[in-house]
């Protein structure tokens, strides 16, 4: 079995040569598949027709020359009527029989002289020749042709022992029958009456031309079927080596990746491919890497979780354990409060894990309504002014738009504010202002910056605040006060939301953080 490289590598170039490689699969293998079967049922009912159409004319041949042949003998002698069945018999290859009134018969073109044909035994016939009378019998059961009688000659010469010579005496009308003989070609018997005194004539023809220019265009038929057999061969090949082999591929790929045995699973993505495979193959890959990183993503939350709450389980696990041993009233009380502060920084962990680890679901699942951003920052603003929750800052908001309508959830908006104010009053000297503006970008989003003047965040950690549980808090601040989960939070919600986060510098220069939000406008209303 080839490795996956080299079967990867078997499907563009395949792809390279296909004439129509951007239609679809579906009409490309019904015709490949349909195309032979039409060739061939088309072939079957076409030779059948083409054989009644040969018999239909060669039925009114015999008729004309019956009644000409008729005609000939009515008013000739006995000898001359003789001279003319052995000379039309050698000419047209017939064996012309006249009987008499009575139905007797008195004269046989095969008794006068030599017979003009004879009839091929089958025991005699080459094996080709058998088989193509076993291929005769198949088609007329294909198509349901009505059997036709066996040529046997009767064992008493008079003419009721031939039915068409008994319609023709009785009828006064030529008759024709068509009968089978032993090497299964047709045998045309036709009955005219002769004269007005009850004569008859009986012709025999075997129509061999007939059974051979139907198996000659038989002989056409299978070939050209053949050929577009063989051609459907090769290319139905041709379609399972470029459908089959690259879903192998993707199942093998697939079935590691379920069983998770291998750290990185490369799924091939068939670029050189424009076809429902090639897409399926695309998608798969970013599939896996979406599921790749999400499964990394995971298992980082867990350890930094177990990191996060085995720190002030330690420190509830020491304080308690002191206090079963101390007696100082004091410290005692000391004790306890560092217990109750664990208690709630592990409270409080537990909350924000919670909230970071359901935010996405929710945000799949949410309806996203029409929100005005600049009522929202305001109404912001205005409720942590009236909680008190600036520790004396001052929030100044500066916009020219009078209104910066966007999609989204009020509430999860509203949550990535409050955490942006949050940080910025966290880093701000007390008698600070934290600056908010709010302006309209050129590619139809509005931004958010909130600036502080705090020590800033290095270059190389603009990104490192907002990964998980990464917190940098001021010297003066309690520790455990938060989790490290607020700007990853925030960044979640922003991009949930077709926006981003991301961390700057000052645009003025002075020393402090500038984060920004963008969101996109919501579209205009109809």
Known sequence: MPDDTESSDVVPTLARFTPGRRLSLTPRLLIINLLPLLLLGGGVFYLDSY???????RYKLARIEAQITAEALAGASRERQETL??????????????????????????????????FDKPGDETWQENFARWLDRAVDKIVGAPPIPDYVEPDEPSADAWPELKHAREENLTQIQLRDAPDGTPVINTAAPVGLLGATLLTTRNAVDITQEVREARTTLVTAVALALFISILLSLYMARTIVLPLRLLARATTRVRQGRERYVDVPRMPARRDEIGQLARAIADMTETLRQRIDAVDHFAADVAHEIKNPLASLRSALESLQMVDDPALRRQLGDIATHDVRRIDRLVTEISEASRIDAELSRATFERIDLVELIRNIIGSREARDENGGRQL???????????????V?????????????????????????????????FVQLSVSDHGPGIAEESREKVFRRFHSLRPDAEDFGQHSGLGLAIARTIAEAHDGALTAHSRIDGEQGARLVLELPLAPRKR
């Open 51 to 57: 054989r009644k159409q040969l018999l239909n004319e």
């Open 85 to 118: 069945l052995i000379q039309i018999g050698k000419e047209q290859h017939m064996r012309l029989r006249m009987y008499d009134a009575q139905g007797r018969l008195w004269a046989d073109s095969f008794a006068l002289d030599v017979p003009s044909f004879a």
């Open 396 to 410: 100044l908001l500066s916009t020219s738009m009078s209104s910066a309508p966007v999609m989204g959830e009020p």
């Open 412 to 444: 999860r908006l509203e949550r990535v504010i409050e955490n942006l104010l949050d940080n910025a009053v966290s880093f701000s000297p007390s008698d600070a202002s934290i600056e908010l503006d709010l302006e309209r970008t050129h590619d139809r």
